[in-house]
């Protein structure tokens, strides 16, 4: 990716909406970049960190998103430039000191990046980001597509130091995963000087506590919200058109603009009625809303996620313009707060509003038709993949247990393990407890919801009383060091009875294979110490600690029983690198898996361990194995009670 943010500038390339966020931070002469892997943040400081070796400035994958906060406040307070990037969720993460570091401010340029994820592609929730910056206090720009990402990337670092605040820049997945045609402006060779003065304009600057105090800090912060409001009316990001006589105003906010601007072209529209475009959404561009709202009587809001610019419009209507009627999504809703938008909902929605009729369309039908011709399918994990082994293992383990077991997931790879692909009937009901059978990997996972918060809703169901089966929590070796050290310390410090399991396959892959501190090499590719999980854990005080090879079945079904067995927490670290590093490192031969047609009897235990490199002859009733896809893992072979399944040695 280095090679597209590096080129020179005036050249017009296509550029991914995260890339084009990093180059707008590498024209701005960023020095410190810090991120936690996210999906669909994540290509920004993949970006970076390929381009770091032409390019004077630190990069890192943090351990989580709130030292990544922390790293690019402090460099801030030292007069660097600074970026740190996450996703939605990441936010809540780092969202302590968020909150905070606005009481004083910053003096180099610091960019808040987060990517939001409508319509949950990649996410356990849609939250609408920018919520946080108005709760923050803080500017927030949001771009309308790939060139004006990095025009913003850019032009945020001076406002942040013109403001000596934090700003915020919020996109979304159809931004940092769409590509675009980007011009590349010039690269700033000049940096910031470092320096130090806890004094620096306000009396112990950088100290909440220190005299005066939080509170005249932030009395200091809303002395700055003025000077906000005056560069949201003057930003080239915020455009006013208003069309005189006009009784129509339409307002859309960053990628909503795209979709309206064609959806007015669709409605015979463009240049009837006023329009305002922002790109600055908080706060409201005060001057310019009040003229979009002079002399209209309907005025239309279009948005990507909740009503977060709408609100701040009515409020202001409110006050001068009560007459207006407002459509969005609250009252005279067009639009949901949910889920994303495109094109076609908001040519309907503004033709809706405004009571017109739209021409036959029968792309919904040819969607309905196409839909009906597509078998339905989740994500599986890959070919090889170590989780299918923890997960066979665990699946074993716990049937010499007997009861209602409650397997707690989280967020990585083996979150797969709560997708039910496999499931078949699923039915509601009311009853208080329900076991249920584990026919694959895919159904093994009862609770997810964010990273780390397995392992202590675990300490709650076990010390809550439940006895009606075995309390487990997964997560990974990334997660592990991310957001569940606290959570072991708990568990040591109260003796929750809990069995906690580590997938560790050394990289933090479900968001692009980046590396963490188990991996082995840092965030540029250089080596470094090995995180000791095992040790970790012992010195935080976990009596029974077990380590044992994913790739192992025996093995691991073992330790995993040895853990359940135990009285108080226990752990399992499960290693097996993920197969696909493995792949890229040892370049791959003729597959040497094969299965025995004369003694396969159809069983299907090897089509429950989830592999997508098992295949099933539904006519013969034989297994079979997709030579593409397969890595020799073995693992197949294990839970084969026939030894139908071979390496090596066909016949």
Known sequence: MSSAILQESGKKVLLMGNEAIA??????GLQLMAAYPGTPSSEICEALIAAAPECDYYVEWSTNEKIAFELAAGASQVG??????MKNAGLNVAMDTFMTIPYGGVKGGMVVVVADDPDA?????????????????IPCL??????????????AFAISEELELPVFLRSVSRISHASGDVELGP?????????????????????????????????????????TQTISNKTKFNQLNVVSGAKTGVLAAGLANSYTKEALERLGLDGKVSFLKLGMVYPLPDQMAGKLLEGIETLIVIEEGDPVVENQVRSLAKEIAPHVKIY?????????????INTDLVTK?????LKLELAEDDREEVRARLKAMVTPRSSTLCAGCSHLGSYSALREALRKFDGNHIVNGDIGCYEQGGYGLFSAGLSANDEDSKKYPIRSPYEILDTIYVMGSGIGMAQGQAQAGYKDGKVVAVAGDSTFIHATLPAVVNAVYSEADITFLVFDNRWTCMTGHQPNPNTGINSVGEPNEVFDIEGVAKAMGVKLVKTANAYNRAEAIQAIQEALAFEGP??????????????????????????DQEVCNGCKRCIQLGCPAVTFDSDNKKAGIDEINCTDCTLCGQVCPQNAIKMGGRA
């Open 23 to 28: 180059r707008g931070a590498v024209e701005a």
């Open 80 to 85: 660097a430039r600074s970026m740190v990037a």
């Open 121 to 137: 592609h990649y996410s356990s929730n849609e939250q609408d980001t920018r919520f946080a910056a108005m709760y923050a206090e």
């Open 142 to 155: 949001e771009p309308m597509d790939q060139q004006e990402a990095k025009e913003m990337a850019k032009e």
């Open 187 to 227: 690269v700033n060779p000049n940096r910031n000087k470092l320096a130090f003065n806890k004094h620096y304009k306000l009396p112990y600057r950088w100290n909440v506590y220190g005299a005066p105090g939080a509170l005249s800090k932030h009395q200091w912060l809303h002395g700055v919200l003025p000077k």
């Open 328 to 340: 969005g999504k609250t009252y005279n809703q067009i639009l949901y707060p949910y889920g994303e």
């Open 349 to 353: 929605a503004i033709a809706g509003a």
């Open 570 to 595: 226990s752990m399992v670290i499960l290693k097996g690198e993920c197969q696909l590093q493995v792949q890229r490192r040892i370049k791959k031969g003729q597959t040497q898996t094969w299965v």
